[in-house]
Nanobody
């Protein structure tokens, strides 16, 4: 499966952005998809994940502010980000795994998209 992430940009603190992760293949709906982010000089960290059945997992740092969802008809997973903070600034990556489980470890995802830059100004 191939993944294409998009939707990043520059936003002021308190603003919103919606990231999209478009997947290829007829079985993409069976894949779990995770969002990760990496800020300069920091390790890649888990943000949110959604399993094939739709249940979700969030990092504590984004809980209540970010919402992950999927539209299987469009083979797309979304990350709606609200109440953005400067510390949310990072390159955001989507990843997918055919086992369908919402792993929080990046090492468990087999497929990765290119990153999309999110910059939150104070």
């Amino acid at each position: 499966v191939q993944l294409q992430a998009s939707g990043g940009g520059l936003v002021q603190a308190g603003g919103s952005l919606r990231l999209s992760c478009a997947g290829s293949g007829r079985t993409f709906s069976n894949y779990a998809v995770g969002w990760f982010r990496q800020a300069p000089g920091k390790e890649r960290e888990f943000v949110a994940a959604i399993r094939s059945g739709g249940s979700t997992v969030y990092a504590d740092s984004v809980k209540g502010r970010f919402t992950i969802s999927r539209d299987n008809a469009k083979n797309t997973v979304y990350l709606q980000m609200s109440s953005l903070k400067p510390e949310d600034t990072a390159v955001y990556y989507c990843a997918a795994d055919s086992r369908g489980l919402p792993f929080v470890s990046a090492a468990l995802y087999a497929y990765w998209g290119q990153g999309t830059q999110v910059t939150v100004s104070s």
